[in-house]
């Protein structure tokens, strides 16, 4: 007996996925194979993060703001209210607001921003949730340890602004 037979002939369970012509909806494909991560051409950018203490930052000498007019200003005027919670606020927006209130952010990490007080140094992250702020016992004044506090985006602007600059 031969063991050639015409495709026609072969039922599609003997070579299941052989054949070109099934569908997509008939094979049973993972939505994200696996090997198609293995394409990526640089490692996970978790792996490659600086620490943030070294991350540069994002500020402009005194000279050159002087200069030219900074682009927030556009975001500024479309500030909500200050008694309006931080969530109705838009990102844009809120990256205007901190960068009026001193704070630089970082170029590796858009989420965190950097600020020096003549009383202290801070870093400030925005979280999914909630905005972080940590003043630094290396800053000016006499911290024994960082200082970590967690505000939520419910609290209005003008609440988070008055307890972030009241410092530790």
């Known amino acids: 007996m031969s063991m050639s037979m015409p495709i026609s002939t072969l039922s599609s369970s003997t070579f299941p996925n052989s054949n070109p012509f099934l569908t997509l909806s008939s094979q049973k494909f993972p939505l994200f194979p696996k090997p198609l991560l293995l394409l990526l051409p640089f490692p996970h950018p978790l792996s490659l993060r600086t620490p943030t203490f070294l991350s540069p930052l994002l500020c402009k000498s005194p000279e050159a703001e002087a200069e030219a007019p900074p682009p927030e200003d556009h975001w500024l ?57 940590r003043y630094l016992k290396s800053g000016p004044g006499n911290l024994e340890k960082d200082v970590e506090r967690r505000f939520s985006y419910a609290l209005s602007r003008e609440d988070i602004e008055n307890a972030v600059l009241g410092g530790p």
């Not at 809120?94 to 140094?121: M, N, T």
């Open 77 to 133: 005027q479309k500030l909500p209210e200050k008694s309006k919670p931080l969530y109705s606020h838009s990102l844009p927006c809120i990256e205007a607001w901190l960068r009026s209130l001193g704070f630089c952010q970082s170029k590796e990490d858009r989420a965190l921003w950097l600020v020096h007080k003549p009383d202290w140094h801070a870093h400030l992250s925005l979280d999914v949730t909630d905005l972080y702020i």
